[in-house]
């Protein structure tokens, strides 16, 4: 009798015990997709980005994230050289209807190219220099944007090919537009209209084109004009959403293939494998880079413009897609990131608030001889953050660190910041360029007589 007593008592805790525990507050457990919002908004709080746009594709679902005022799904960005993976596409959609052939010499130029050769990147064509550019009318970053259809074509044939066909990989610009325009001469009908009537209007992909504005971006932190491309297309240029960029990818991997879409996809996503890859574990394929990296296989296409950056790609391990769109012309690892977690992301830092009146001490003109070449640069200051302009380059804003200490908001320049030297009565007399804490090149002040 005792011990039936002891073991009711016993029950009766047990119970209670489970009740309280079940009536606590219950802490959900932290998503690997919930880590990803996080680090989106920490890029918009620390000012490296003011808007990000994400999402997450499996077999049955698609998830959003978005970062900054006013951002969502459907808001526009520069999507840059992920414009290539379509034309691509465009490209193997046209030879299968036999209106092109991949495989021929094409006509648009007198070069013994293919279309297979310009698509991965394989025809001999170079872009035209120089290689750091920029036009403050235009915002464009690459000098093919600037050009005319009579000046690309002029080009290729004074220039000639700079090495054999499918001999070698080396990107090109130029390439792509090239092959835009043979598509063009090919169908007579504009790049354009052949892009929405084949891709754009079946995928209803309604947000997606050439002439639609984009959001505000940015460059090293400060606000950057969209690009304008002259006449040329097919590179870049294309503006788009998380919302049709996830249409398309569901398309393209992650819906049953009809007998159509397995033919495309097969000359699409075929690698090339005598093409060797400047990096030993990526690989290319039409429009697309397959890229091996912590045990998982994905195919991945990233673009860049004056004030954009952004990601498309697919694991082929897990069966998933990702977007990641971000209106700040450098990036790191996030994109990959939100596929794996192994991909290691960039430390990021927050800056000081400075006086426009105590960055005045840093302005002027300074030099470094490199090479027996002297390289200059010139320093302003405005809204709280100094602008260093090197030859020929856009300017960069430089944002204080602590004093005389300052760094870009860039994930290409993650571990360089300037230190500005002073003398005994606290006059600048030049500046040091830091990589990881390590000087790489002293820039002497010049003053005017």
């Known amino acids: 009798m005792i011990h039936k007593k002891i ?24 998503s690997h997709l919930d880590t990803v919002q996080e680090k989106m908004d920490l890029r918009v709080e620390l000012g490296y980005n003011t808007a990000l746009s ?36 465009l490209a193997v959609i046209l030879h299968r209807e036999g209106k092109v052939d991949l495989f021929k010499n094409v006509d648009v130029v007198d070069l013994p190219i293919t279309l297979y050769d310009l698509l991965t ?20 970053t690459v000098p093919v944007a600037d050009y005319t259809v009579k000046q690309a074509i002029q ?15 080396e990107y090109s610009n130029l390439s792509y537009a090239i092959a835009a325009l043979e598509l063009e001469r090919a169908s007579n009908e504009p790049f354009e209209k052949l892009l929405r009537d084949k891709i754009l209007l079946p ?10 504005p984009p959001i505000q971006g940015t460059a090293y932190g400060v606000k950057a004009p969209p690009w304008k491309l002259k006449e040329l297309s097919g590179f870049s240029g294309l503006v788009s959403c998380a919302s049709d960029l996830a249409k398309y990818l569901r398309y393209l991997f992650l819906t049953d293939e009809d007998e159509t879409l397995s033919q495309d996809k097969a000359l699409l996503l075929a ?22 990296s912590f045990e998982d296989q994905i195919f991945g296409q990233t673009g860049r413009s004056l004030g954009f950056s952004c990601y498309i790609g697919y694991s082929r391990k897990q069966h998933k897609a990702a977007i990641l769109l971000t209106n700040a012309n450098t990036n790191d690892n996030l994109g990959r990131y939100i596929l794996n977690e192994r991909y290691p992301l960039l430390t990021m830092k927050k800056s000081l608030l400075v006086e426009d009146s105590d960055l005045k001490r840093y302005e002027g003109k300074y030099s470094c001889k490199v090479n027996e070449e002297m390289i200059h640069s010139f320093v302003s200051s ?68």
């Open 54 to 89: 994400a999402a997450y594709l499996d077999n049955s679902s698609t998830q959003f994230l978005h970062s900054g005022n006013n951002i969502n799904e459907d808001s526009p960005f520069e999507i840059a050289s992920i414009t290539k993976s379509f034309t691509a596409h």
């Open 7 to 30: 073991l009711g008592i016993a029950i009766l805790t047990l119970l209670g015990t489970a009740i309280m525990i079940f009536c606590l507050p219950w802490k959900k457990s932290k």
């Open 203 to 212: 995928l209803k992909m309604d947000k997606t084109g050439f002439h639609i």
């Open 271 to 292: 690698l090339i494998p005598k093409l060797k890859h400047p990096y030993p574990n990526m690989q290319n394929a039409l429009g697309w880079i397959l890229e091996t």
């Open 121 to 140: 990147f394989s025809s001999g064509i170079r872009d035209p220099g120089p290689s750091k550019y920029f036009n403050p009318e235009t915002g464009n």
């Open 155 to 169: 080009y290729c044939q004074e220039t000639g090919l700079g090495y054999p066909p499918g001999t070698k990989q």
């Open 382 to 449: 405005k809204d709280n953050k100094l602008f260093i302009v090197f030859d020929r380059e856009a300017p960069i804003p430089l944002f204080p660190e602590k004093k005389n200490l300052f760094f870009p908001k860039s994930f290409d320049n993650y571990d360089e910041s300037i230190a500005f030297q002073e003398d005994e009565d606290g006059k600048i007399t030049g500046f040091e360029v830091l990589k990881k804490e390590q000087p790489c090149g002293v820039f002497k002040r010049l003053y005017e007589h």
